[in-house]
T-cell receptor, first 113, second 110 residues
């Protein structure tokens, strides 16, 4: 069964460093998303991406964040200068179209020290 | 501010009984509604999707949607210990992204 894959599963970084989280969406899906979940809190939408551009972003997705689809399969989330409060699980998701089911990857746990 | 509200629980249900999970949402124009299950430390896993008023059944799961009351529910029949998890209600009330509730922690007691 096709699935969304994310790497790495756990990323540890120092405050102020840049991190790139990677995702391979399901191959025939057209919409890609990033969500985050701070420990003990709800899943929060960050950004959606369609047709090689950002389709929608939340108020959380500020200038420290960027997304890219560098090739035909990968979808990345970059955090330019990490803060302690960026520590969270980051989930990538994909869907065939924007009102349809979103399938989630296993997540990357980001720990900022 | 668009909100999705769930009772955080824990909701404790005996094995074999029916578990009933509820969710309300604030954005009246929402069109797509989802229930995800999340085990501790894992990612959300889709259980049910529902798009129109009424009931939708899939195996032991039934989703119910009432757009007039802005209410979505999930029933789990013949509850099993493996159903113990946090159940997330998600609403497509944005252009693309989902708004999630905080989730209801369900415990099935053997």
């Amino acid at each position: 069964e096709p699935e969304v894959t994310q790497t790495p599963s756990h990323q540890v970084t120092q405050m102020g460093q840049e991190v790139i989280l990677r995702c391979v969406p399901i191959s025939n899906h057209l919409y890609f998303y990033w969500y985050r979940q701070i420990l003990g809190q709800k899943v929060e939408f960050l950004v959606s991406f369609y047709n090689n551009e950002i389709s929608e972003k939340s108020e959380i997705f500020d200038d420290q964040f960027s997304v890219e689809r560098p090739d035909g399969s990968n979808f990345t989330l970059k955090i330019r200068s990490t803060k302690l409060e960026d520590s969270a699980m980051y989930f990538c998701a994909s869907s065939i179209d924007k009102k349809n089911i979103q399938y989630f990857g296993a997540g990357t746990r980001l720990s900022v020290l | 501010q668009k909100e999705v509200e769930q009772n955080s629980g824990p909701l404790s249900v005996p094995e074999g009984a029916i578990a009933s999970l509820n969710c309300t949402y604030s954005d009246r124009v929402s069109q797509s509604f989802f229930w995800y299950r999340q085990y501790s430390g894992k990612s959300p896993e889709l259980i049910m999707s529902i798009y129109s008023n009424g009931d939708k059944e899939d195996g032991r799961f039934t989703a119910q949607l009432n757009k007039a009351s802005q209410y979505v529910s999930l029933l789990i029949r013949d509850s099993q210990p493996s159903d113990s998890a946090t159940y997330l209600c998600a609403v497509n009330d944005r252009a693309d992204g989902l708004t999630f509730g905080k989730g209801t922690h369900l415990i099935i007691q053997p």
